[in-house]
Structures are given as structure tokens and as C-alpha cells.
């Protein structure tokens, strides 16, 4: 069918957590990239004139040298005035990384391993941490080691730099290893990982795709999904229970639970913390939510229009962890405990590590724990396969998996 164009992104749902917000009617290149704009519209017209928002997210995050991701700009860091445009948890205070490091070794010891394997590391920060904090050997002698696998070439060279005196405990990886055996770690990246956007017209979900408008300007465009395909499979399963009210808009995560699968595929024995914000299925398609939880940040501030300004900013969703443990599970792993992330942390012996710290470097590590700050949005999920962790320390008190 043809498909409908429209710059509406989504209900304004301001005050609900994780909802998006209204479009404005701006061109896509006007603060963005000319050349990933340009790009993106020959992308658009090789398709056919209508790309799916999958696709579009994937190629203005991680186009080779002009997306988000991949241009070298400077995201992480406190201070937008640096041209940062967000901080993660190991960027607010060590302290993040320090106690994280104590389910690390746990895990490391349960599933007699010595190699630590982290997914998109940003910065380098937490890995600085984890390392600075993990004995460099095991009792037996056995140094541990430290992988990284990077997408980003410009992210490398950065924590290439930042990790040098860790060398050689520390390699990067192109691409998956054919089998894992230790702990991944991934901090804020399934919330990266492309999104395929839905919305509800006449009773009906659609797939949400990105043409462009008369003026040439990037704009929304609804299609019918069609019969049997991956998108109203996923559709009719994730939402059966909530069918939401016309204009409606919300995401599905195949990427994210793909790679869940790939993990689950060369994991052999040890254990996957991921670490993300998001809500359980039960709160993420919720009346409430009704405009999704896609959003952009820039220098500090969200919006909700990723048509606007691409490649000058992130664009993200929420995670629904019930997708992910049940596409864990249906691959075979295990899930070992699912909790919010300052639960997770005080498990893991935060408050001994606030104790510690000075009266500044305390403040700022507040925040991972705070209900309002990090605390309570982000969670933690474990997963695990051919190890004995039956008391994971993350998971003692407070453990949600019931709730997924």
C-alpha cells in the first residue's frame, strides 16, 4: 500500500516516564549532519521511497563515518559546554564501577573463567574501573583479561588511549568470538540497539517507517505489516494485552533480542550483566505510555523527534526486559536475578564504598541509588549458562524476576 506520511512522532505524554513527545516540524538536516542527511535520503529512495525506522535508526547512529556513533564526536562527559550530550553511571563517579566489580569477580570465580568481555564501552570508563578495582590474576595465577569489542572506530581510539596502561591485559575485539566463556558486561547498550517503531490507527497497529515529505524534509510514513511478517508477528504477541488507543505509538526490540541470541549462541559457561533503563513488559505497553519511549538527547536535554537534527544526537528506547529474559530463555540461558539497579548496588556493597569516598565524590554517587536519579529507572538483568551461581550477590535482596 502506499504509504501514509505524517510529521506527528508521537502523544505528548509529559510526566510518564520513558514517553515521548510531539515533533517539531524542522528540517532534518538543520543542525545534523548535511552529509548523513543526504545520505539517509538516498537511503530512503534506493528502498523505495519508505525505510523502515529500524533501518533509519541503525544508519544515523552507526553510518561508517557519519553517524552519531561513528563521526568522533565527543557524547559522554557532565559538562555540555564540552559538547557532551549525556552521562552514563561510570561517568558520574567510580564508584559505579568499583562495586560492580564485586558481582564480576563472583561470577568470575563461579564460572572458573578469567576473562572479562565488555560490549560497547563508551568511554573506557567502566572498564577503567573494573579493572583498576579486579586482582590481576586469579589465586591460581591465571591473569585475567580484559576484551572489549567496540563497533566504533572513533570510541576505540578514545578508550585505546585511556586504557594504555593496562596493556597488555586489555584487546579489542571486531566482532563476536566463535565461543565466550567468563562475564560479559554491558552498560547502556541495548538501549542503542535499533528499535522498530509501531503505531495504532483505526483500531490497527502499522509499521512506522521514515519517507520524505514534499519539501524533502525526513517525515514519518505508516504502512500495513504485512501477513506473517517478523514485525505483526512481534506485534500481536507483545501487545495482545494492551491494545492502546488510536495514535497511539510504541517499539519493538528484534535487535536487542537477537543479540541476546547471538550471546546465548557462543556463551559455553559464565554470566551476562546487563545493565539499561527500562521497565517489564507489564509497565513498558502500559495505557499510560501510550506515545512509546523513543527519545534523542543533546547536550543534556531529551526530546522526542529523531527526524530532527540527525547525527547531532543520540537516539534511544527503553529496554523491555521481559522481552529480553524471554529471549534469553528461549536460547537457553538462564535468568539469574533481575533488580533495580541501586538495589543491585547497595547487594553489592555501595554503602562501604560511600563511606569510603570523599564528601564530593559521594554526592555525585548518590545518584546511581537515588529513586529519582539512576536508581530506580535503570535495572540490572543477569544471565548465565554452565556455572553455579546459585546466590548471585547483586540479586539477594530484592530480586524482580517474578515481575518480568
Request: aromatic share 6%; with cysteine.
Amino acid at each position: 500500500m502506499v504509504p501514509t506520511i505524517s510529521r506527528m512522532t508521537q502523544n505528548d505524554t509529559e510526566g510518564i516516564p520513558g514517553t515521548g513527545t510531539a515533533a517539531r516540524d524542522t528540517p532534518a538536516d538543520d543542525d545534523g549532519d548535511p552529509a548523513l542527511a543526504r545520505h539517509l535520503a538516498a537511503q530512503i529512495a534506493a528502498a523505495g521511497g519508505w525505510l523502515p525506522f529500524d533501518r533509519f535508526m541503525a544508519e544515523a547512529l552507526h553510518a561508517p563515518g557519519l553517524g552519531y556513533y561513528s563521526a568522533g564526536r565527543r557524547i559522554f562527559g557532565h559538562d555540555p559546554r564540552g559538547g557532551s550530550d549525556f552521562v552514563t553511571a561510570p561517568e558520574l563517579s567510580p564508584v559505579f564501577g568499583r562495586t560492580l566489580a564485586a558481582q564480576v569477580l563472583q561470577a568470575l570465580v563461579a564460572s572458573d573463567t578469567a576473562e572479562v568481555l565488555e560490549f560497547g564501552a563508551g568511554s573506557g570508563a567502566l572498564a577503567e574501573q573494573l579493572l583498576e578495582t579486579l586482582p590481576a590474576a586469579r589465586p591460581d595465577g591465571r591473569p585475567l583479561q580484559y576484551a572489549i569489542l567496540e563497533l566504533s572506530g572513533a570510541l576505540r581510539a578514545r578508550q585505546q588511549a585511556r586504557l594504555a596502561r593496562f596493556a597488555p591485559r586489555v584487546r579489542w575485539l571486531d566482532a563476536w568470538p566463535g565461543t565466550l566463556r567468563g562475564v560479559l558486561v554491558g552498560n547502556e547498550v541495548l538501549d542503542a540497539m535499533p528499535v522498530k517503531l509501531l503505531h495504532r490507527q483505526q483500531g490497527r497497529w502499522h509499521e512506522r517507517g521514515v519517507a520524505l515529505d514534499a519539501a524533502g524534509r525526513f517525515a514519518f510514513a505508516d504502512r500495513d505489516a504485512p501477513a506473517g511478517a517478523e514485525c505483526a508477528s512481534r506485534a500481536d504477541a507483545a501487545l495482545a494485552a494492551w491494545q492502546g488507543p488510536d495514535g497511539a505509538v510504541t517499539e519493538i526490540h528484534p535487535q536487542a533480542e537477537a543479540f541476546v541470541a547471538s550471546l546465548a549462541a557462543r556463551l559455553e559457561c559464565g554470566v551476562a550483566l546487563l545493565i539499561d533503563y527500562g521497565f517489564p513488559e507489564h509497565e513498558y505497553y502500559h495505557p499510560q505510555r501510550s506515545g512509546g519511549t523513543l527519545m534523542c538527547h543533546r547536550g543534556h536535554r531529551a526530546d522526542g523527534d529523531p527526524l530532527a537534527d540527525v547525527g547531532a544526537k543520540d537516539i534511544t528506547a527503553h529496554v523491555n526486559f521481559s522481552a529480553i529474559a524471554l529471549a534469553a530463555q528461549d536460547a537457553g540461558l538462564d535468568v539469574l536475578g533481575y533488580t533495580s539497579q541501586a538495589r543491585f548496588l547497595i547487594n553489592c556493597g555501595i554503602a562501604d564504598a560511600l563511606a569510603a569516598a570523599g564528601l564530593p565524590e559521594r554526592a555525585m554517587a548518590q545518584k546511581l541509588i537515588t529513586e529519582h536519579e539512576m536508581g530506580e529507572l535503570f535495572k540490572v538483568i543477569a544471565l548465565a549458562r554452565g556455572c553455579t551461581l546459585d546466590d548471585p550477590l547483586g540479586f539477594r535482596v530484592g530480586d524482580r524476576s517474578h515481575r518480568l
